[in-house]
């Protein structure tokens, strides 16, 4: 959580008007998510963080595809994630959603998108290795990458009702069953979201 302060972030200085001008190069909704985050971000950040979370931002929008829409995501997220870690933790959530968007800008959206929810049950020092678990699924096909951005998604519901070790494990069972069909493994998902919150005994059960 930062300690910075309003007054002391130049919104018009040098390295802040281009990253500003770069991003109003990409559609509309990036610039837009940009400028609804600096007021409270720019609250929880001095100024030398506020210009390297803006050209976090700038970073993964510039990746291959439609990355900016994992940018948009990241922008809208921000404030919320800065409000439960500290800037060098967020740069670590936030290195680990450029590495997503390498993958694929789908995932890392994903990825963004649900952080603030993931952050209720998941502790900061698992934020890489939870990023691992849906990179881990991703294979260079479309279906992969669905799959990776649907674990996700289920990431707070499965945090909610196992330990971070049982949610390896059902990673590791996921992905592979993945190798067999990706629809199985995606119903695996499903399942695991509905029995979870309803049995005790849930490493007993991942393990059949």
């Not at 479309?142 to 499965?158: N, Q, V």
């Not at 493994?185 to 005790?200: K, S």
Request: charged share 20%.
């Amino acid at each position: 959580m930062g300690l910075g302060q309003n007054r002391r972030i130049n919104l018009r200085s040098p390295s802040q008007r281009k990253i500003t001008s770069a991003i109003k190069e990409y559609p509309p909704a990036l610039f837009v998510a940009f400028q609804e985050a600096q007021a409270d971000v720019s609250k929880l950040l001095n100024a030398t963080q506020f210009t390297k979370w803006s050209s976090e931002g700038l970073r993964i929008a510039q990746q291959a595809g439609r990355a900016w829409e994992s940018a948009v995501e990241y922008f809208n997220v921000s404030p919320q994630i800065l409000n439960v870690l500290t800037f060098p933790q967020f740069l670590r959530w936030s290195d680990n959603g450029a590495g997503l968007c390498e993958e694929s800008p789908t995932v890392g959206s994903s990825f963004f998108k649900i952080g603030p929810e993931v952050l209720s049950y998941l502790p900061a020092r698992y934020i890489s290795g939870w990023a691992g678990l849906g990179k881990q699924l991703c294979r260079g096909t479309w279906k992969s990458t669905s799959l990776a951005a649907r674990f996700f998604e289920a990431s707070p519901e499965l945090l909610a009702n196992l330990s971070y070790r049982e949610m390896e494990s059902f990673v590791k069972l996921v992905n592979s069953l993945s190798y067999r069909s990706f629809d199985l493994a995606t119903e695996c998902l499903h399942m695991g979201q509905r029995i979870f919150p309803n049995v005790t005994h849930r490493g007993e059960l991942i393990s059949l």
